[in-house]
């Protein structure tokens, strides 16, 4: 067998991910990474090209979208054979299949990846499997919409079928609303252009909203995690612009803990999560309790979902999927070690909303009982922008309890820290550094 030879791709910020530590004993140049131009740090894209672990490193502009990224991996992989390929995002899942397709190796499918990626066959395979999920369905042309409205009436909430970071999704409130999406929704790709199916929709609900987090190894997942949202949804527009996104660990004795292992466990069962990757689950409760499929996907959860868990106690994510899928672990050992963890305490993280305008003060959380971690990306004098998914972040904050009061109150104290402390004036007359 050759010498292995990992390609990573990741659309997110590098820097958060410590490849060469969590992947030891490779030859140097053993790793090759792909990256999105647009996030990567002033100098680390130099950083990463002088660490020997890494043989091939490039960023790209239009990163979703760039058949260079296809181009330059198929030369590569005509020079030096690629043995795995790892995807850390969303946006890299199909991507990555397609390649390992192509280059006849091993790991997720492209049929399973677009499993999880389409939200709309999501919906169907957990539905055939029996767990409750909302009606839904796929926007086709502007008829499916006006005759999924008639079925079930309003409120609908549209999105599109394999996005990420709760881009575009909409809610249609009334009949007004329903006019207005008529009216542009169904945009082309290209001007002049028809609209190509790209969306769907569903019913909306206005229950509390949670997620769980966790991993496979083998043929079922070894540990998980079930959180709740600081937001009843992820509708970007609805936003007010000072509101935080964040979510909170649910304490093990919470009632809603075990409905949402085995819902989330029972959907990546359905759906066939492979081993060595990991889950992000968001799942509507009801006011009676019932429980509702909102969208699963086959990578770690947004945010600072990872470090929030990890703080706690819980497996790193990302750390274990780089182990796991480069054959470096022993998958018996792996489960046996996930099972074996148990979280120590409780944490939840917000994100600074970023809001337009320039920032007159940050907070300062030093001192402040329960916070684990904060960092800020933005600073006094610089100009502000709108939020354009619900991850993007002026900041962020990860806080710690011994159980479920105790980290409500210090999240308290954080979010009044964090609202007195960020402040953004107008643009005009304000000097800008």
């Not at 890494?54 to 198929?74: E, I, K, S, T």
């Not at 029996?130 to 502007?142: D, E, Q, S």
């Not at 937001?231 to 527009?237: K, S």
């Not at 409760?285 to 990890?310: F, K, P, Q």
Request: with cysteine; charged share 15%.
């Amino acid at each position: 067998m050759s010498d292995p030879h990992l390609l990573l791709l990741t659309l997110h910020d590098p820097t958060e991910f410590a490849f060469p530590a969590w992947l030891p004993g490779l030859a140097p140049g053993a790793l090759s990474l792909v990256l999105d131009q647009d996030s990567v740090p002033d100098g680390a894209l130099a950083v990463l090209r002088a660490d020997p672990a890494y043989g091939f490193v490039r960023a790209y502009p239009n990163y979703l979208n760039n058949g260079n990224v296809y181009a330059d991996l198929d030369a590569l992989h005509r020079t030096r054979p690629v043995t795995h390929i790892l995807a850390f995002g969303e946006d890299d899942v199909i991507r990555a299949a397609r390649l390992r397709q192509r280059w006849g190796l091993p790991g997720q499918s492209v049929a399973n990846a677009t499993r999880f990626r389409d939200k709309v066959q999501a919906r169907a395979r957990v539905q055939a499997a029996g767990l409750p999920a909302h009606a839904g369905a796929a926007l086709h042309n502007p008829l499916d919409l006006l005759d999924f409205v008639a079925a079930h009436g309003l409120p609908v909430f549209v999105k599109p079928r394999t996005s990420s970071g709760s881009v575009f999704g909409r809610k249609l409130a009334d009949s007004a609303a329903l006019t207005a999406f008529l009216d542009t929704g169904f945009a082309p790709r290209v001007p002049y252009a028809e609209y190509v199916s790209d969306l769907c929709v569903e019913t909306f609900h206005p229950g509390r909203l949670y997620h769980v987090d966790g991993l496979a190894a083998g043929s079922e997942v070894v540990w998980s995690w079930p959180s709740q949202y600081l937001t009843p949804g992820l509708e970007i527009g609805a936003f007010a612009h000072t509101q935080v996104v964040g979510s909170v660990m649910l304490d093990r004795l919470d009632p809603l803990f075990g409905p949402l292992q085995a819902y989330a466990r029972a959907a990546c069962a359905a759906l066939e999560l492979p081993s060595g990757h990991t889950f992000h689950a968001e799942i509507f409760v009801h006011e009676d309790g019932s429980l509702s499929l909102c969208e699963i996907a086959c990578r770690t959860g947004g945010g600072r979902i990872n470090e929030t868990l990890h703080r706690a106690g819980g497996p790193h994510l990302n750390e274990w999927q780089c182990r796991l899928q480069a054959g470096l672990v022993d998958e018996a050992a792996a489960q046996a070690q996930l099972r074996g963890l148990e979280p120590a305490q409780l944490c939840g993280w917000m994100l600074f909303p970023p809001q337009e305008g320039v920032c007159l003060q940050v907070p300062d959380f030093t001192g402040l009982p329960g916070v684990e971690s904060a960092q800020l990306n933005i600073a006094p004098g610089e100009v502000g922008w709108a939020r354009g998914f619900s991850g993007d972040a002026a900041g962020h904050v990860v806080v710690a309890g011994p159980d479920g009061p105790a980290l409500a109150q210090a999240m308290r104290a954080a979010l009044q820290r964090l609202q007195m402390g960020l402040v953004f004036g107008a643009t005009e007359g304000v000097p800008v550094s």
